[in-house]
């Protein structure tokens, strides 16, 4: 018999390096963090597309209490943010506007030179409505009076009515006659909140509204890149050296504040990447100058980052003229007072001008002017609403006002605004619990005298400590040209963040994406921005 031996071997096991765990702990949590990503993406841009089932309005609640009816006009920073945190199932809420959509502001001056389209940076105000809880009605009408004493508000919708041929004919086709329809109603208001925000003001200088462009709405980009354009192609049938040529290709920006200097800045990417490619005849003698009244532009900055902003200007070739103050302005020339640094004196220059921009100062609007006409207390509001720490209009216990129409202590910004309506519509919250324990108090009837004085009480305690408006100042962003941005950054009460630059630029465009309303915006301002990095801007005049 054979003797049959049985080699068993035995394997230790192998040791596993920490690089590897964790490199495979790594994987896993990228992984899992991109699925995540994309699973909140996704569920934000459902959200975004699709309506929620509201509550619908109604004039009283189920326990007997009146529903109020809130008006709230306007549909800019201010009245967009308090609708988007009002509960509007607490309210009959109606919003009047002309303009049926919210426009993100901080990125319109990158518009008129197509660095981002126009309808990425609109919302419209049903799509913010739709997405609340209790139905809200939207009414695209101008608030044209309001009567504080009555609580009544007359609105007006403009038609344009197609009226058929005017009998002339042309050498392309029959012309038409169009006229404007106009409908007047009115409308009954419990609260109304005034967010109409300002008009540009002119500061009565002569020639400013019939020679200038502004750059509040949607309009106002279109007219001023069909007038960029309109100038260059102007200029390039005048031969070179003459008189009209050099004016035509001088675009003046008036205004230091950050609309003009993120403007300047824009128009001279524009000339430096695109203009300089394509029409390379007359883009090198297109010259942009920024005036300024005060000393410095971007007042409001760290002294540091106004210096490297000029310094910016001054590598960019964009003429900064500071100390100038604009007396008048002609159909050709900006006829301007400037002051020396050194000496105090004074010369009236002139600067011809193409294109003319007007980015700098707020006037109030008709409807606030004659809101201030109509309560005593409001006779000296000049620059805006007066209003006091729960943003209720002086002389009025039912009126709210909030952003550029009010004037306060607070500089006239998006996001003073904003916040703004963060706190009205926590306070109407407020205003309804302290209302319904007022009613259960005057209705009481299965209620003993111990539970209505506890009642009462509690009424008595929400009233007296009612919140007021405290402005948190997060800091301030501008985009300077040349991809470089300026930020003056206020982190808590401890600690202030100055930088300027390139990094600073990424920061800049990576808040504005955080700022904008929707996944739909922030999608469509980043592709905007890629499809320029990929083929530039267009040099179209439309």
């Known amino acids: ?264 800045g824009e128009l001279q990417d524009y000339i430096d990447q695109d203009l300089k490619k394509w029409i390379p005849e007359v883009a090198s003698e297109v010259k942009v100058t920024l005036v300024e009244a005060l000393p410095n532009v971007l007042n409001m900055f760290n002294k540091k980052l106004v210096d490297y902003t000029k310094q910016v200007f001054q590598d960019t070739n964009i003429d900064l003229k500071t100390n100038t103050m604009v007396k008048q302005v002609t159909d050709k020339n900006v006829i301007a007072q400037v002051k020396s640094p050194k000496d105090g004196s004074t010369e009236i220059v002139e600067i011809p001008y193409g294109l003319l921009i007007w980015a700098t100062g707020n006037a109030p609007r008709p409807i606030t002017r004659d809101l201030t006409s109509k309560i005593e207390e409001q006779k000296n509001a000049r620059r805006g609403l007066l209003v006091n720490d729960k943003l209720l209009v002086d002389g009025t216990d039912n009126i709210f006002a909030l952003g550029d129409c009010t004037f306060t202590k607070f500089a006239p910004t998006a996001q003073v605004a904003f916040q703004e309506g963060i706190f009205l519509g926590s306070h109407f919250k407020k205003l309804h619990e302290i209302e319904s324990l007022d009613f259960q108090v005057k209705n009481a009837k299965d209620l003993d005298s111990v539970q209505i004085e506890r009642l009462s009480k509690k009424s008595a305690k929400l009233k007296e400590k009612l919140p007021i408006f405290k402005y948190n100042h997060q800091g301030s962003l501008a985009y300077i040209g040349s991809e470089r941005a300026v930020a003056d950054l206020v982190w808590g009460d401890w600690s202030n963040v100055t930088t300027g630059g390139t990094i600073t630029y990424l920061f800049w465009r990576s808040a504005y994406i955080y700022m904008c309303l929707s996944v739909r915006n922030q999608f469509l301002v980043c592709l905007d921005w890629m499809k320029v990095s990929l083929f530039g801007r267009d040099i179209s005049r439309e």
């Open 1 to 264: 018999m054979s003797n049959i031996r049985f080699n068993s071997t035995t394997s230790s096991p192998k040791k596993v390096s920490g690089f590897s765990t964790l490199w495979k702990n790594t994987k896993r949590i990228t992984a899992l963090a991109i699925l995540g990503s994309v699973g909140f993406v996704g569920y934000k841009i459902y959200a975004d597309k699709e309506p929620a089932n509201q509550i619908k309005q109604v004039p009283v609640f189920e326990t007997g209490q009146r529903k109020k009816t809130l008006v709230i006009l306007g549909s800019g920073w201010g009245s967009i943010s308090l609708l988007k945190n009002l509960d509007t199932a607490l309210y009959n809420v109606v919003v009047v506007s002309p303009r049926n959509y919210f426009l993100f502001t901080p990125l319109l001056p990158s518009c008129p030179t197509g660095t981002v389209e126009l309808r990425s940076i609109i919302e419209p105000v049903r799509s913010v409505t739709r997405r609340l809880p209790g139905e809200v009605i939207y009414l695209e009408a101008e608030a044209t009076k309001i009567d504080p004493v009555n609580n009544k508000l007359t609105i007006k919708q403009s038609t344009t009515v197609h009226s058929g041929h005017s009998g002339k004919d042309t050498s392309s086709s029959k012309s038409t006659l169009n006229s404007v329809e106009e409908i007047t109603t009115s409308l009954n208001y419990d609260y109304l909140v005034v967010g109409v925000g300002a008009q540009p003001s002119t500061f009565g200088i002569p020639g400013v509204a019939e020679n200038s462009l502004f750059l509040k709405e949607v309009s106002d980009s279109i007219k001023i890149r069909k007038k960029l354009m309109d100038v260059v192609e102007a200029a390039n049938i005048l031969p070179k050296g003459d008189a009209d040529r050099k004016r035509l290709l001088s675009i003046v920006v008036c205004g230091g504040g950050p609309t003009g200097v993120e403007v300047a």
